[in-house]
């Protein structure tokens, strides 16, 4: 089965501040990989996902991963965060390959609350 | 941009009575997932549905849960005799039947269970 890690919790940075957000997956397969974020009182948005080639994927809003196949990790980096920033964000994995076209359930990591001073 | 809509954003049920949640998905999409939150827990998978029917659930999904799409565009999850324990946010989701696609989820209901 799937599991994905997220250690950091709770971030809190000051504005222009440089953040990387750790996410680390089990799963012995080929895997789809994604982060979400949550703006508060809104929907779970998609930032960037990964399917294949080039292990780093840009994302919206100046966010990109690196998917780092040997440490089964995918972790989210901003180059320097601002305000908006603030949301909780989510790694999330699915099953990938024929026969499966990404409509597979996702696994997703406990959540990160990222909290930007101004 | 299209989006998925849930409502109610927030409902209160009493312990043994009955709920139905209810997402509207994006119009031309397939697949539909329901997923839930407990407080401080993960995002955890409920159900999905294509074609008419479940194609896969989680051991969360037991029989007290079931899930419909009455007509064209309502997709409901329904609880039959909620728990304290049920209590969650529950958010609703769709994907196409493409290659390289992407679960879009609504906002999400919370529920509290009294």
């Known amino acids: 089965a799937q599991s994905v890690s997220q250690h950091n919790h709770h971030v809190i940075l000051s504005e222009a501040a440089s953040l990387e957000l750790g996410c680390n997956y089990s799963?012995?397969?080929?895997?789809?990989l994604f982060w979400y974020v949550q703006y508060p009182g809104q929907h779970l948005q998609l930032l960037l996902k990964y399917f294949s080639g080039d292990p780093l994927v840009k994302g919206i809003k100046g966010f990109e991963a690196e998917f780092i196949k040997s440490k089964f990790s995918f972790n989210l980096r901003k180059p320097s965060v601002q305000w908006s920033d603030t949301a909780e964000y989510f790694c999330?994995?699915?099953?990938?390959?024929?026969?499966?076209?990404?409509?597979?359930?996702?696994?997703f990591g406990t959540g990160t609350r990222l909290t930007i001073i101004p | 941009e299209p989006e998925v809509t849930q409502t109610p954003s927030h409902q209160v049920t009493q312990m043994g009575q009955e709920v139905i949640l209810r997402c509207v998905p994006i119009s031309n999409h397939l697949y539909f997932y329901w997923y839930r939150q407990i407080l401080g827990q993960k995002v955890e998978f409920l159900v999905s549905f294509y074609n008419n029917e479940i194609s896969e659930k989680s051991e969360i999904f037991d029989d007290q849960f079931s899930v419909e799409r009455p007509d064209g565009s309502n997709f409901t999850l329904k609880i039959r005799s909620t728990k304290l324990e049920d209590s969650a946010m529950y958010f609703c989701?769709?994907?196409?039947?493409?290659?390289?696609?992407?679960?879009?989820f609504g906002q999400g209901t919370r529920l509290t269970v009294v």
């Open positions: 989701a769709s994907s196409e039947i493409s290659r390289n696609t992407e679960a879009f």
């Open positions: 799963y012995g397969g080929t895997v789809n």
């Open positions: 999330a994995v699915n099953e990938a390959g024929w026969p499966n076209f990404g409509n597979e359930k996702l696994t």
